[in-house]
């Protein structure tokens, strides 16, 4: 066994570092750099530089355009992202839809979208969760009824991840009342400029408009959009929750604010001395240290395996209960760290265009930060769920 | 970055988990347990027959030029069996001192018969004042041709079934030497008890004890004793591992079983998530343990900086399942009777050798890069 990254490795690490240099907008890293939200412009300047590079679609095979590169590739991209200040990459179409779409789709559906998403003409978002259906997302009530060459939708979907951006829908409707809840539920692909679709923004806790409700009253949707069979929408959705849990646990982030953490710690002082030597501080930061190592070589337990073609199946549960639960323990200790400076709230600078004062700029987003990632514990299967899935399957308890 | 074993690698693994599973029963262990010390055992014999003591040993001097990984796997299966062999603290700690820190002629006539399996060795370089750290109140001071040393040597492990006792002395330089003590030189005594899981230990004193001058085998022996104890570490992380997994095992077995309610205890979601919660420990730990078994070769500070992290980590998580699962057996577990109180015991006690969690987050915390 050996955890080294080959010559190779090592130079196309060097090739992407040297690339996001080059290529990233500096108001953008700065953005990103002071925790603030990103304009609908930014992720799509972003995106289409890696787009002409070739790059944004890192997951997708050669044959649709992908650049055809290993996990390991794949998993050095991210880390060099994250420590470069990139923007994520919006998920909801190039990493969810597509995969989807690519393994179940027409070859019509092939050729229509994924050039679309390559080139993001398209924004996608997500409409899966319902009021009465989060968990239990089998249990969800939109109904979709074959009208002709047509579905008529009806129902409300719920966190929908920069709806108020985009214009396609993929979205699990009921098409079959009758049958057993996971067998009556199809796939269909929505235009979000159809009559009858309301987006209304749901403000979380932090202040930000992140999430949407979406509501859907007598939505025409051409019988063409669905995605695999009628009632086979439940495997297309399972197979989408296993896209979404790869790379779910976001090291490359945890890396990236644990990095921030230790700056932040050492700048600070408390009675003359930098707040990082504080014992019990440190003993905290010193932990967090050696769980992010722990799910690092983790992490590469997986992607050596999916060199060998196995799919991740309870290490992406592991990964992302544990993953999560780190990226919250860092941002409560980057919190923690600014003492009373961690009080003041700025939402205007923050969501939006308006400036602050340098000192006060780098501290701002640490508390509204802490809030926002409270959501990585419940999105993609909350942690309960996960550990469920994990007794289940693997344990067989 | 490769975590596939070779076929040799995977052969061994396999001999040695059936082996242990064959000869290592509770009922068997027990009487292992009882066997006076210093007889060879059937099992040291087979170990001896599989290539085992030559294993962990470069070839120049007669090993298999094993590396951290092959380690990995022997002290793993060892682990999974509980199985009462001093393979660490009788051959490999002592016996990798000797590599490092004595003279050809030294080898020869101690460590040779220990690869062979003639002896077994201990290691004596630990003080009750110095807790886990080397340094050392035990003295030694040159008369003419011969060394005299004086001190007291605690929780020796392996001492009763050791020919000779490698002992760590502070010189008159006031630099850490090494010596070679057979268990019959006159002014030794040894103390010996077992552990509370079961590891035969004992101390040693040492008073006006007096060796030739070929019995001392470095006068400087600190970077050495590092490097070993961080070998130690790294073979008792992936020990602890094969604990875990019969732990986990075990434990997850008696909830399928047994039945409360009406309802086996394994459809109980509380129950359920303690399980998983174990298994998570579980597998974060093989990850560390596999970043130790790696960093062997390392420079001295990246080397140490991993294992603690590693030691720590493993430590806290060989408890929190040991904890767990003496929980989920309920009242039963709490029994000499029931086996997994024995890895249980074992599991909480790992964090006692070779430094304890809070001992290596220091280590960690020494070095952690902040910018």
Same mark, same amino acid.
């Given at each position: 066994?050996?955890?080294?990254?080959?010559?190779?490795?090592?130079?196309?690490?060097?090739?992407?570092?040297?690339?996001?240099?080059?290529?990233?907008?500096?108001?953008?890293?700065?953005?990103?750099?002071?925790?603030?939200?990103?304009?609908?412009?930014?992720? +799509?300047?972003?995106?289409?530089?890696?787009?002409?590079?070739?790059?944004?679609?890192?997951?997708?095979?050669?044959?649709?355009?992908?650049?055809?590169?290993? *996990?390991?590739?794949?998993?050095?991209?991210?880390?060099?992202?994250?420590?470069?200040?990139?923007?994520?990459?919006? *998920?909801?179409?190039?990493?969810?839809?597509?995969?989807?779409?690519?393994?179940?789709?027409?070859?019509?559906?092939?050729?229509?979208?994924?050039?679309?998403?390559?080139?993001?003409?398209?924004?996608w978002c997500q409409g899966y969760s319902e009021p009465g259906a989060g968990?239990d997302l089998a249990g969800l009530n939109t109904r979709a009824v074959r009208d002709g060459g047509h579905y008529i939708v009806n129902g409300q979907k719920t966190w929908t991840?920069?709806g108020q951006?985009a214009n396609m829908l993929f979205c699990l409707v009921r098409t079959n009342p009758q049958a057993k809840k996971q067998a009556g539920i199809s796939f269909l692909l929505i235009d979000m400029q159809s009559p009858g679709i309301t987006v209304r923004p749901i403000?979380?806790?932090?202040?930000?408009?992140?999430v949407n409700e979406v509501f859907l009253d007598n939505v025409r949707v051409p019988v063409e959009n669905r995605v695999g069979e009628e009632g086979e929408g439940w495997?297309c959705a399972?197979?989408?929750?296993?896209?979404?849990?790869?790379?779910?646990?976001?090291?490359?982030?945890? /890396?990236?604010?644990? /990095?921030?953490?230790?700056?932040?710690?050492?700048?600070?002082?408390?009675?003359?001395?930098?707040?990082?030597?504080?014992?019990?501080?440190?003993?905290?930061?010193?932990?967090?240290?050696?769980?992010?190592?722990?799910?690092?070589? +983790?992490?590469?337990?997986?992607?050596?395996?999916?060199?060998?073609?196995?799919? *991740?199946?309870?290490?992406?549960?592991?990964?992302?209960?544990?993953?999560?639960?780190? /990226?919250?323990?860092?941002?409560?200790?980057?919190?923690?760290?600014?003492?009373?400076?961690?009080?003041?709230?700025?939402?205007?600078?923050?969501?939006?265009?308006?400036?602050?004062?340098?000192?006060?700029?780098?501290?701002?987003?640490?508390?509204?930060?802490?809030?926002? /990632?409270?959501?990585?514990?419940?999105?993609?299967?909350?942690?309960?769920?996960?550990?469920?899935?994990?007794?289940?399957?693997?344990?067989?308890? | $970055?490769?975590?596939?074993?070779?076929?040799?690698?995977?052969?061994?693994?396999?001999?040695?988990?059936?082996?242990?599973?064959?000869? =290592?029963?509770?009922?068997?262990?027990?009487?292992?347990?009882?066997?006076?010390?210093?007889?060879?055992?059937?099992?040291?014999?087979?170990?001896?027959?599989?290539?085992?003591?030559?294993?962990?040993?470069?070839?120049?001097?007669?090993?298999?030029?094993?590396?951290?990984?092959?380690?990995?796997?022997?002290?793993?299966?060892?682990?999974?069996?509980?199985?009462?062999?001093?393979?660490?603290?009788?051959?490999?700690?002592?016996?990798?001192?000797?590599?490092?820190?004595?003279?050809?002629?030294?080898?020869?006539?101690?460590?040779?018969?220990?690869?062979?399996?003639?002896?077994?060795?201990?290691?004596?370089?630990?003080?009750?004042?110095?807790?886990?750290?080397?340094?050392? =109140?035990?003295?030694?001071?040159?008369?003419? %041709?011969?060394?005299?040393?004086?001190?007291?040597?605690?929780?020796?492990?392996?001492?009763?079934?050791?020919?000779?006792?490698?002992?760590?002395?502070?010189?008159?330089?006031?630099?850490?030497?090494?010596?070679?003590?057979?268990? %019959?030189?006159?002014? &030794?005594?040894?103390?010996?008890? #077992?552990?509370?899981?079961?590891?035969?230990?004992?101390?040693?004193?040492?008073?006006?004890?007096?060796?030739?001058?070929?019995?001392?085998?470095?006068?400087?022996?600190?970077?050495?004793?590092?490097? &070993?104890?961080?070998?130690?570490?790294?073979?008792?992380?992936?020990?602890?591992?094969?604990? $875990?997994?019969?732990?986990?095992?075990?434990?997850?077995?008696?909830?399928?079983?047994?039945?409360?309610?009406?309802?086996?205890?394994?459809?109980?979601?509380?129950?359920?998530?303690?399980?998983?919660?174990?298994?998570?420990?579980?597998?974060?730990?093989?990850?560390?343990?596999?970043?130790?078994?790696?960093?062997?070769?390392?420079?001295?500070?990246?080397?140490?900086?991993?294992?603690?992290?590693?030691?720590?980590?493993?430590?806290?998580?060989?408890?929190?399942?040991?904890?767990?699962?003496?929980?989920?057996?309920?009242?039963?577990?709490?029994?000499?009777?029931?086996? &997994?109180? #024995?890895?249980?015991?074992?599991? =909480?006690?790992?964090?006692?050798?070779?430094?304890?969690?809070?001992?290596?987050?220091?280590? =960690?915390?020494?070095?952690?890069? &902040?910018?």
């Open positions: 066994m050996n955890l080294t990254f080959t010559p190779e490795e090592r130079a196309f690490r060097a090739e992407v570092r040297a690339f996001l240099a080059d290529a990233l907008p500096n108001d953008i890293t700065e953005r990103v750099r002071l925790g603030r939200y990103l304009r609908a412009d930014d992720h +799509t300047r972003w995106q289409n530089i890696l787009s002409k590079r070739g790059w944004l679609a890192a997951n997708w095979p050669k044959e649709y355009g992908g650049p055809g590169w290993s *996990p390991v590739q794949r998993h050095i991209f991210d880390e060099e992202c994250a420590a470069a200040h990139a923007p994520s990459i919006v *998920p909801f179409g190039v990493n969810m839809v597509a995969p989807v779409i690519m393994k179940f789709g027409t070859d019509a559906q092939k050729k229509h979208y994924l050039p679309r998403i390559l080139n993001n003409e398209d924004w968990s991840t920069l951006h403000i979380t806790l932090d202040g930000a408009h992140e495997t399972k197979f989408l929750l296993t896209h979404e849990r790869t790379g779910i646990a976001g090291l490359g982030h945890a /890396r990236q604010a644990l /990095r921030h953490l230790k700056s932040v710690a050492s700048q600070i002082k408390h009675r003359g001395k930098p707040l990082l030597e504080l014992p019990s501080f440190r003993l905290r930061v010193v932990k967090a240290e050696i769980e992010l190592m722990a799910l690092e070589v +983790t992490n590469l337990r997986v992607i050596a395996a999916a060199r060998h073609g196995s799919v *991740p199946g309870a290490e992406s549960s592991l990964l992302k209960v544990r993953g999560s639960e780190l /990226r919250q323990e860092i941002s409560e200790l980057t919190r923690r760290a600014l003492g009373p400076a961690a009080l003041p709230f700025f939402p205007a600078f923050l969501y939006g265009d308006e400036p602050l004062d340098g000192e006060l700029a780098l501290r701002a987003a640490a508390s509204a930060q802490y809030f926002n /990632r409270r959501k990585l514990s419940i999105y993609g299967g909350a942690n309960e769920i996960q550990k469920s899935i994990v007794a289940k399957t693997i344990l067989g308890m | $970055m490769d975590f596939a074993l070779t076929d040799e690698q995977r052969m061994l693994e396999e001999t040695l988990t059936r082996l242990v599973a064959d000869q =290592v029963s509770p009922q068997q262990r027990r009487t292992m347990l009882a066997t006076p010390a210093g007889e060879t055992s059937e099992l040291w014999r087979t170990f001896a027959e599989l290539g085992l003591l030559h294993m962990p040993f470069s070839e120049k001097l007669g090993g298999l030029g094993g590396d951290g990984t092959d380690l990995m796997i022997i002290m793993r299966a060892l682990g999974k069996g509980l199985v009462p062999e001093a393979y660490l603290a009788g051959l490999v700690l002592p016996g990798q001192l000797l590599a490092l820190s004595s003279n050809s002629e030294q080898q020869a006539r101690w460590l040779a018969p220990l690869l062979e399996g003639e002896h077994q060795l201990a290691l004596a370089w630990q003080e009750h004042s110095a807790r886990y750290d080397t340094f050392a =109140v035990t003295t030694a001071s040159q008369h003419g %041709n011969q060394w005299q040393l004086s001190g007291r040597k605690d929780v020796v492990m392996n001492l009763a079934a050791a020919a000779a006792i490698l002992v760590t002395a502070t010189l008159p330089s006031g630099k850490l030497g090494l010596f070679i003590v057979p268990a %019959n030189t006159p002014g &030794v005594a040894q103390h010996c008890y #077992h552990t509370i899981d079961d590891q035969p230990a004992g101390d040693l004193v040492l008073t006006n004890v007096t060796v030739p001058a070929d019995h001392c085998l470095s006068d400087d022996v600190s970077d050495a004793i590092a490097e &070993v104890l961080a070998m130690g570490r790294a073979a008792l992380c992936a020990e602890a591992i094969g604990t $875990m997994e019969a732990t986990c095992d075990q434990t997850l077995a008696y909830l399928k079983e047994r039945r409360q309610f009406g309802l086996p205890l394994a459809s109980f979601q509380a129950l359920q998530h303690r399980m998983v919660d174990m298994h998570l420990h579980l597998e974060q730990s093989r990850s560390m343990t596999i970043l130790a078994a790696t960093s062997l070769s390392l420079p001295a500070r990246q080397r140490d900086y991993k294992i603690a992290a590693a030691k720590a980590y493993c430590g806290e998580s060989a408890r929190f399942i040991a904890e767990q699962a003496i929980q989920l057996h309920g009242a039963i577990g709490m029994t000499e009777e029931c086996y &997994v109180a #024995h890895y249980a015991k074992r599991l =909480v006690m790992f964090d006692h050798y070779l430094g304890d969690s809070d001992y290596h987050l220091e280590t =960690v915390s020494d070095g952690l890069q &902040v910018a």
